[in-house]
């Protein structure tokens, strides 16, 4: 495995390096772009690699994928994934424990399935967006390009590139309602005709309306890149900084007999746990490497490489059950968890592009391997008392000191990958793939006796698309595709010697839809699918620390969504989704925070060439805090919420925006991580936002 992985290494350089001609935003590459073309800016993306690892046109991919751009990105003032996934239906966000992003996609809920530039990036973490290009979702299993996990579908996030010959100099600040403030920079610097420097730091005070809510993040990502002909290198290293705060939210109270729970009211701010002892934090490094190259005129050859070096840690008091309203009691319950992480990711890819007969083929031939090496240390605490009254409010102590969990793991996998796109005439185009993985994980639990644990998992992942165009901007597809997860879950954790001898779990989608590019620059889509799950586990709602075998489940649904310019001086992103996810053979037991009808619609009106306003609007129905098997799980209730924001263009140069949160300070639960851990939403605020580029 070693020597796979040096070999691979030898090859990789990190892209990074746009012509002086393009734009600064990376528009047609998604892994890390070289050379960047097409960029118009606006809410629409024309095209990706993700999707296939090959520049494709969005409209000939046969999946369901939302690109939220980075004009998106700036004009709705977004600052962390959690508020760029709630504006694309069909997510729903996790409350993460309070230290780190969490998803439900079509039903399955992942810390996991979160790429950089298409390479795995699954560590638990808050990601940042000051030197992301845009965010990618795409939906529906993706093991052929991604790997293992990613049932319910993948986030993937694009990095800024550097450009050749320009000095770009641009910098933002801003501060919200609460005390809240940040500020960014990024900087483009030639250092000869072919060679360049980009570096994007931020450093962010953070705050929100929490009672005790305190942090501070920082990092920086410088990143070089050098155009050598035929051959395009880079290198870039980012380190971050993340501390702050870990907020559980509020408890659920009991209802009538055989009601759902419902989420504590009237405690907006109100924090559940024990101020010192509730920390969460972070210190990454992450350098990456890439090479690609044009081996012939229909030939290219990419390589990449990626070390990340994650040390991590947090503090949890939280609500450990439902509120008692007569005596004012809310149990708690702790421990204390610290994470190591090391991951050596190794990716090669060849693409042919040839004419064969009357059909069109792009080739892609891939090879993946990597190492991730994880260290899990895990203590219980003794509480000063065990409850926390609703009326008094006086916080316990709390002693971390009981191992609970000590464990060292190394996972192993190795890859290979083949898919040909092929076009069959004008109006047809053909997808076929197929991806091995080999998975194997080794450990110890230290804990009391050591106890050494290994599986070895082997699997065949296919990828089956049909797309016919009746004409060049309207498309029609159907497409099969399957992922698994091996039973040491997604984090490595969770192997035992119960589970160890059990199948991965497996996920097989099956999506119909269409795509149709408008003349003026707008695109609607509209896709129905089936997403069925085998083997399926899920933390048991009574001791969410536990995961319990459910068999099956299964998620149906459609979406419709559309983004792009309506008028010249108009831009709408956005979309409509309905899920009925639950168990098979039981369509009474409903999947945890899984709304069947979530709605999100961003506008933009240029008022006139210096003024511009924004509106959008968030609904959510009801969701099911825990998977649903016992009549008194929490229901999260239905909530909307609209947003707004004003746009002045000072100078050329000097922009500024006021963007204003939950406008009608509706009173509402943003997330939820299980039956009495739920987030209030935050009342109305307001975010002044400057921006100045050179």
């Not at 793939?433 to 106890?451: A, E, H, K, Q, V």
């Not at 050494?452 to 009746?470: N, Q």
């Not at 035992?496 to 097989?508: D, G, H, K, W, Y």
């Given at each position: 495995?070693?020597?796979?992985?040096?070999?691979?290494?030898?090859?990789?350089?990190?892209?990074?390096?746009?012509?002086?001609?393009?734009?600064a935003?990376?528009?047609?590459?998604?892994?890390?772009?070289?050379?960047?073309?097409?960029?118009?800016?606006?809410?629409?993306?024309?095209?990706?690699?993700?999707?296939?690892?090959?520049?494709?046109?969005?409209?000939?991919?046969?999946?369901?994928?939302?690109?939220?751009?980075?004009?998106?990105?700036?004009?709705?003032a977004?600052l962390?994934m959690?508020?760029?996934?709630?504006?694309?239906?069909?997510?729903?966000?996790?409350?993460?424990e309070?230290?780190r992003?969490?998803?439900?996609?079509?039903?399955?809920?992942?810390?996991?399935?979160f790429?950089?530039?298409?390479?795995?990036?699954?560590?638990?973490?808050?990601r940042?967006?000051?030197?992301?290009?845009?965010?990618?979702?795409?939906?529906?299993?993706?093991?052929?390009?991604?790997?293992?996990?990613?049932?319910?579908?993948?986030?993937?996030?694009?990095?800024?590139?550097?450009?050749?010959?320009?000095?770009?100099?641009?910098?933002?600040?801003?501060?919200?309602?609460?005390?809240?403030?940040?500020?960014?920079?990024?900087?483009n610097?030639?250092?000869?005709?072919?060679?360049?420097?980009?570096?994007?730091?931020?450093?962010?005070?953070?705050?929100?309306?929490?009672?005790f809510?305190?942090?501070?993040?920082?990092?920086?990502?410088?990143?070089?890149?050098?155009?050598?002909?035929?051959?395009?290198?880079?290198?870039?290293?980012e380190?971050?900084?993340?501390?702050?705060?870990?907020?559980?939210?509020?408890?659920?109270?009991?209802?009538?007999?055989?009601?759902?729970?419902t989420?504590?009211?009237?405690?907006?701010?109100?924090?559940?746990?024990?101020?010192?002892?509730?920390?969460?934090?972070?210190?990454?490094?992450?350098?990456?490497?890439?090479?690609?190259?044009?081996?012939?005129?229909?030939?290219t050859?990419?390589?990449?490489?990626?070390?990340?070096?994650?040390?991590?840690?947090?503090?949890?008091?939280?609500?450990?059950?439902?509120?008692?309203?007569?005596?004012?009691?809310?149990?708690?319950?702790?421990?204390?968890?610290?994470?190591?992480?090391?991951?050596?990711?190794?990716?090669?890819?060849?693409?042919?592009?040839a004419?064969?007969?009357?059909?069109?083929?792009?080739?892609?031939?891939?090879?993946?391997?990597?190492?991730?090496?994880?260290?899990?240390?895990?203590?219980?605490?003794?509480?000063?008392?065990?409850?926390?009254?609703?009326?008094s409010?006086?916080?316990?102590?709390?002693?971390f000191?009981?191992p609970?969990?000590?464990?060292?793991?190394?996972?192993?996998?190795?890859?290979?990958?083949?898919?040909?796109q092929?076009?069959?005439?004008?109006?047809v185009?053909?997808?076929?793939?197929?991806?091995?993985?080999?998975?194997?994980?080794?450990?110890?639990?230290?804990?009391?006796?050591?106890r050494?644990?290994?599986?070895?998992?082997?699997?065949?992942?296919?990828?089956?698309?049909?797309?016919?165009?009746?004409?060049?901007?309207?498309?029609?597809?159907?497409?099969?595709?399957?992922?698994?997860?091996?039973?040491?879950?997604?984090?490595?954790?969770?192997?035992?010697?119960?589970?160890?001898?059990?199948?991965?779990?497996?996920?097989?989608?099956?999506?119909?839809?269409?795509?149709?590019?408008?003349?003026?620059?707008?695109?609607?889509?509209?896709?129905?699918?089936?997403?069925?799950?085998?083997?399926?586990?899920?933390?048991?709602?009574?001791?969410?620390v536990?995961?319990?075998?459910?068999?099956?489940?299964?998620?149906?649904?459609?979406?419709?969504?559309?983004?792009?310019?309506?008028?010249?001086?108009?831009?709408?992103?956005?979309?409509?989704t309905?899920?009925?996810?639950?168990?098979?053979?039981?369509?009474?037991?409903?999947?945890?925070?899984?709304?069947?009808?979530?709605?999100?619609?961003?506008?933009?009106?240029?008022l006139?060439?210096?003024?511009?306003?924004?509106?959008?609007?968030?609904?959510?129905?009801s969701?099911?805090?825990?998977?649903?098997?016992?009549?008194?799980?929490t229901?999260?209730?239905?909530?909307?919420?609209?947003?707004?924001?004003?746009?002045?263009?000072?100078?050329?140069?000097?922009?500024?925006?006021?963007?204003?949160?939950?406008?009608l300070?509706?009173?509402?639960?943003?997330?939820?991580?299980?039956?009495?851990?739920?987030?209030p939403?935050?009342?109305?605020?307001?975010?002044?936002?400057?921006?100045?580029?050179?």
């Amino acid at each position: 495995m070693t020597k796979l992985l040096l070999a691979t290494a030898t090859l990789a350089l990190l892209p990074a390096l746009a012509p002086a001609a393009a734009a600064a935003a990376a528009e047609d590459e998604a892994n890390g772009p070289i050379i960047v073309t097409g960029h118009v800016g606006g809410y629409k993306a024309d095209s990706s690699s993700s999707a296939t690892r090959t520049d494709t046109p969005l409209i000939d991919v046969p999946q369901s994928i939302t690109v939220v751009t980075r004009d998106r990105l700036d004009d709705q003032a977004q600052l962390s994934m959690a508020e760029v996934l709630r504006y694309v239906p069909g997510t729903t966000v996790g409350q993460g424990e309070g230290n780190r992003d969490q998803i439900t996609l079509r039903g399955q809920n992942s810390t996991a399935d979160f790429f950089l530039d298409g390479v795995r990036d699954d560590v638990q973490y808050y990601r940042g967006l000051y030197n992301i290009e845009r965010v990618e979702v795409l939906k529906g299993p993706s093991a052929l390009i991604f790997g293992r996990g990613g049932g319910g579908g993948v986030i993937n996030r694009v990095q800024k590139t550097p450009i050749a010959g320009q000095v770009l100099t641009a910098a933002n600040a801003s501060v919200n309602s609460f005390g809240d403030w940040t500020v960014a920079a990024d900087v483009n610097l030639p250092l000869a005709a072919s060679t360049a420097l980009r570096v994007n730091g931020e450093y962010e005070q953070l705050r929100n309306h929490r009672d005790f809510y305190a942090g501070e993040r920082y990092a920086v990502n410088p990143t070089i890149g050098a155009d050598l002909g035929r051959w395009k290198v880079g290198l870039s290293y980012e380190y971050v900084k993340d501390d702050r705060v870990t907020d559980r939210g509020v408890p659920s109270v009991a209802t009538a007999t055989g009601q759902p729970n419902t989420p504590l009211t009237g405690y907006r701010d109100t924090f559940f746990g024990v101020p010192e002892a509730n920390r969460t934090g972070l210190t990454a490094h992450v350098v990456r490497a890439r090479a690609d190259g044009e081996l012939t005129d229909n030939l290219t050859w990419s390589n990449t490489l990626l070390y990340g070096d994650y040390d991590k840690y947090y503090g949890n008091v939280f609500a450990n059950g439902p509120a008692n309203l007569v005596t004012g009691a809310v149990p708690l319950g702790n421990y204390f968890d610290a994470t190591q992480r090391r991951n050596l990711i190794a990716q090669s890819n060849l693409v042919w592009k040839a004419r064969v007969g009357a059909i069109e083929n792009t080739l892609l031939l891939g090879l993946e391997a990597s190492n991730q090496h994880t260290a899990s240390q895990r203590l219980n605490g003794t509480l000063s008392a065990t409850t926390l009254n609703l009326q008094s409010l006086i916080y316990p102590t709390v002693v971390f000191s009981t191992p609970a969990r000590n464990t060292v793991s190394d996972v192993d996998v190795v890859s290979v990958y083949a898919q040909d796109q092929l076009g069959l005439g004008r109006h047809v185009d053909l997808l076929l793939g197929l991806r091995f993985d080999s998975f194997r994980i080794t450990g110890t639990d230290l804990l009391g006796t050591p106890r050494p644990f290994a599986r070895t998992d082997r699997s065949v992942s296919p990828r089956l698309g049909l797309v016919l165009k009746p004409r060049e901007n309207v498309s029609i597809y159907g497409s099969f595709s399957k992922s698994f997860l091996p039973r040491s879950g997604e984090q490595f954790l969770s192997l035992s010697t119960t589970t160890q001898n059990l199948a991965p779990e497996s996920f097989t989608n099956y999506e119909v839809g269409a795509k149709w590019d408008l003349p003026q620059g707008l695109s609607l889509t509209a896709a129905a699918f089936q997403l069925d799950r085998s083997n399926a586990t899920t933390p048991d709602p009574t001791n969410p620390v536990v995961s319990i075998n459910i068999g099956g489940t299964r998620t149906r649904g459609f979406e419709v969504g559309a983004s792009g310019r309506i008028l010249p001086q108009w831009q709408i992103s956005g979309g409509y989704t309905f899920q009925d996810a639950h168990l098979q053979g039981n369509d009474a037991v409903r999947l945890a925070q899984v709304p069947r009808h979530q709605f999100a619609l961003w506008n933009r009106y240029d008022l006139t060439g210096r003024l511009g306003a924004g509106v959008g609007v968030v609904h959510q129905s009801s969701q099911f805090a825990a998977i649903r098997t016992l009549p008194t799980t929490t229901l999260v209730p239905a909530f909307t919420r609209v947003d707004a924001a004003v746009y002045a263009s000072l100078t050329p140069r000097i922009d500024l925006q006021v963007n204003i949160e939950n406008v009608l300070n509706t009173a509402y639960f943003a997330a939820a991580h299980n039956n009495d851990n739920i987030t209030p939403g935050a009342p109305r605020n307001a975010r002044l936002t400057l921006r100045v580029k050179y």
